[in-house]
């Protein structure tokens, strides 16, 4: 398909010149999400206190 072979083509071109391709990276503040959850807070309310999603904090806190 034409338009498949342009949108690759674009894409490959785009990424030869440094761009970034694909979905951006969501920041999370370990430390401060570390500090709340021995703190007692629940995961949702550290969520909402540091402005990310409930399942960013889970990731960002499954190792810890």
Do not use: C, F, W
Not at 31 to 49: D, P, V
Not at 50 to 56: K, W
């Amino acid at each position: 398909n034409i338009i498949i072979e342009r949108v690759k083509a674009g894409m490959a071109a785009a990424k030869k010149q440094g761009k970034h391709i694909g979905r951006p990276s969501v920041s999370l503040n370990l430390e401060k999400a570390t500090e709340l959850r021995e703190a007692g807070l629940s995961y949702a309310k550290i969520a909402k206190q540091l402005g990310n999603s409930t399942a960013t904090v889970y990731r960002g806190l499954k190792d810890e």
